[in-house]
């Protein structure tokens, strides 16, 4: 699976890191975690990470110190602040750091690996947004959320990779072996159950609206419409 990016998490609350970077990997992100600011900051000088999800009350040097060290090097890196407390959001919000959004302690892991994505895609710029559309499936490439006409799915990564790659070439039927190849980088000899294990998984969530056809003798096809 192509990874997302490298993510630098400065969480000084294990549990939280350990969770976060738990979602986050799932997600398709590479994770690097610091537990104080110090090395939070020296660890976005190294490795360069996509995105910063900062913790405000870190040991050594706060969270706000790390974010105005990064700018005050031309270093914009979006960041993603979380904050125990409100008042903190005003504090934060009103330093012009560049701060690309913040989430407030507690948190869904879950949003918080929507609001990493959000704040890539708008770093990344426009361009990446398009939208499919099969078989009551809406699908947005950019920002990687699927919808139903029931309502947003959450897939896997790999789900929605498999899901994109079929929708992107509609009407096209493909053998297990060359979606193996396509969206997991693997060879056939690996065994091609995986891929009929994926698909069974994308149609329980996609219900009476999956675009997802079976070829007998085949493989699976995406409807054109
Ligand atoms: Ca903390």
Known sequence: MESRGLVLVAEDDAAIAELVTLYLRRDGFGVRVESDGRAALAAARQVKPVAVILDIGLPLMDGIEVCRALRAEGDWTPVLFVTARDDEVDRVLGLELGADDYVTKPFSPRELVARVRTVLRRANGPGAAEVLQAGGTRLDLGARRVWTEAGEVALTSTEFDLLAYLMRRPGQVFER????????????????????VHVAQLRAKLGAFSPIRTVRGVGYSAERQ
């Open 177 to 196: 072996a060359q979606l193996l190849s396509a969206v997991w980088g693997y060879s056939a000899a690996a065994g091609t159950r995986t891929v009929d």
